[in-house]
């Protein structure tokens, strides 16, 4: 099983992937560069190729997730610069050996023309994936709104991907807490959600899972984690999908808000031998 966490790269990328495997992961993500900017970093090739050699000798795998600010949808202002951070992201990644880049699904730009958002969407991921050769994927990542919102349901997340020029560059992180703060998963509507999944081919593209726990309920469209045990998703609905043999092979990756990753890391670790 591949479980980790988040962790920093305030050691460089190589000490990233040194800080997982302490914890016992052979999992993890990072933000390639400062996570709350949109700056392009000239990055160390020479810690990126270390860190790639670290994870390939201890059989460890990555995911990066893009920095906060950004978008999918962005303004017209921001969208040159938003292109070009993307594009950096992913070169990051790659020199590290990820498997994929995390980007959050787009939001409303136009409460008045839903379909803007998503033909502004369709038209920043073909300006990006265009100009992307690497074999690190952009994983687009289902979001926390109330039940309805864009950016929450399946049907959304293969659509997007099958409308542009590049889909083959293109996969998905599935987030526990988002499915759960939307209404789209739980442990009550489990084999729904695998059924829904396999109708619409969405977990042959699923490369990553972000295994956090909620502090508020269902549908509560509110995005805060709460420790993988601590929360609001019954264990019995994540052991469920821990087992589930769409996912089970994949890096079930903790962003929960605790100082000890590592008796999480043995803690989902149990969901699937149990």
């Not at 994936?129 to 349901?153: F, H, R, V």
């Not at 269902?218 to 043999?245: C, P, T």
Request: aromatic share 8%.
């Amino acid at each position: 099983m591949f479980a980790g966490c988040h962790v920093s790269i305030r050691e460089g990328y190589l000490g990233a992937a040194k800080v997982a495997y302490q914890l016992g992961a052979n999992a993890f993500q990072y933000f390639p560069k400062n996570p709350r900017s949109l700056s392009i970093k000239d990055y160390n090739q020479q810690d990126a190729q270390l860190c790639k050699q670290f994870c390939k000798e201890y059989n460890i795998v990555s995911v990066a997730h893009t920095p906060y600010p950004t978008s999918l949808t962005p303004s017209e202002e921001k969208r040159e610069l938003t292109v070009t951070s993307l594009l950096n992201d992913l070169s990051i990644a790659e020199a590290c050996g990820s498997i994929g880049v995390v980007v959050h699904f787009g939001s409303q730009i136009d409460p008045n023309d839903p379909l803007k958002a998503y033909q502004l969407m369709i038209s920043v991921l073909n300006e990006v994936l265009k100009q992307w050769d690497g074999q690190t994927l952009l994983l687009i990542e289902n979001i926390a709104g109330k039940p309805g919102s864009m950016g929450t349901t399946i049907e959304e997340l293969v659509q997007i991907r099958n409308l542009t020029d590049y889909s083959e560059k293109i996969g998905f992180c599935f987030d526990t807490c988002h499915a759960f703060a939307s209404g789209v998963w739980d442990g009550d509507i489990h084999q729904a959600f695998i059924e829904k999944g396999l109708e619409h081919d969405y977990f042959s593209n699923v490369k990553a899972i972000h295994l956090n726990n909620s502090k508020y309920g269902l549908n509560s469209g509110k995005d805060r984690h709460a420790g993988i045990m601590a929360g609001k998703i019954k264990s019995e609905a994540l052991k469920n999908l821990v087992r589930a043999d769409e996912v089970k092979d994949l890096p079930f990756i903790l962003e929960t808000p605790t100082e000890d990753h590592g008796q999480e890391i043995k803690d989902i670790r149990s969901f699937q031998q149990e």
